[in-house]
């Protein structure tokens, strides 16, 4: 069973430009939420999708924006990149709701902002 | 606002030895809690969790304790092998029913062989 796929593993951008991630989830995995990993804040909550509504979304600026699509994957896209927007972004699938069952992480996308 | 903190950001421990990780909230409406183990150049893995009502969670090697008054929960690894060598993030799942996971900053586990 082929686990979830990041797209590209590493990106840089300059200030101003934008940028689109890719998540495929695992097969059959309707949810799919993405995290900004950054030194000393841990991991925090962007944005969850499923069936291609956004559930929840967690404190970001607008610029951060994703979508999902009928297959299940799902792309976030950064506009206006910014130098505090490097950060490892990592996506998270699950059936449906967690609560104390697991949530499956792709590696990560790097991406830096010069 | 860090709703989940981890106040240590490393931790060695000689293999064989017991691991105790620790971590703390301030959201009491949390009602599950789990630890995730990363990896470098990988994307987390799921531990072990536990639910707010119960106290203890046990899977072999490691078990997951809950003190909700202190609203303080801590993993403990016996014993602690070199494996176990990574970072160790503390998660609480938030509103009932959602998805978006609070995560401390983790814990840098070193286990020495």
């Known amino acids: 069973k082929a686990g979830v796929t990041q797209t590209p593993r590493y990106l840089i951008k300059t200030r101003g430009q934008q940028v689109t991630l890719s998540c495929s989830p695992i097969?059959?995995?309707?949810?799919v939420s993405w995290y900004q990993q950054t030194p000393g804040q841990g991991l925090q909550f962007l944005f969850e999708y499923f069936s291609e509504t956004q559930r929840n979304k967690g404190n970001f600026p607008g610029r951060f924006s994703g979508r999902q699509f009928s297959n299940s994957r799902s792309e976030m896209n950064v506009s206006t990149l910014e130098l505090g927007d490097s950060a490892l972004y990592l996506c998270a699938s699950s059936h449906n709701r967690i609560r104390g069952g697991e949530a499956f992480f792709g590696q990560g996308t790097r991406l830096t902002v010069v | 606002d860090q709703q989940v903190k981890q106040n240590s950001p490393s931790l060695s421990v000689q293999e064989g030895r017991i691991s105790i990780l620790n971590c703390d909230y301030t959201n009491s409406m949390f009602d599950y809690f789990l630890w995730y183990k990363k990896y470098p150049a990988e994307g987390p893995t799921f531990l072990i969790s536990?639910?707010?009502?119960?106290d203890k969670n046990e899977d072999g090697r490691f078990t997951v304790f809950l003190n909700k008054s202190a609203k303080h929960l801590s993993l403990h690894i016996v014993p602690s092998q070199p494996g176990d060598s990574a970072v160790y993030f503390c998660?609480?799942?938030?509103?009932?029913?959602?998805?978006?996971?609070?995560f401390g900053t983790g814990t840098r586990l070193t286990v020495i062989p």
């Open positions: 097969s059959g995995h309707r949810s």
């Open positions: 998660a609480a799942n938030g509103e009932t029913g959602a998805n978006n996971l609070f």
């Open positions: 536990i639910s707010s009502i119960k």
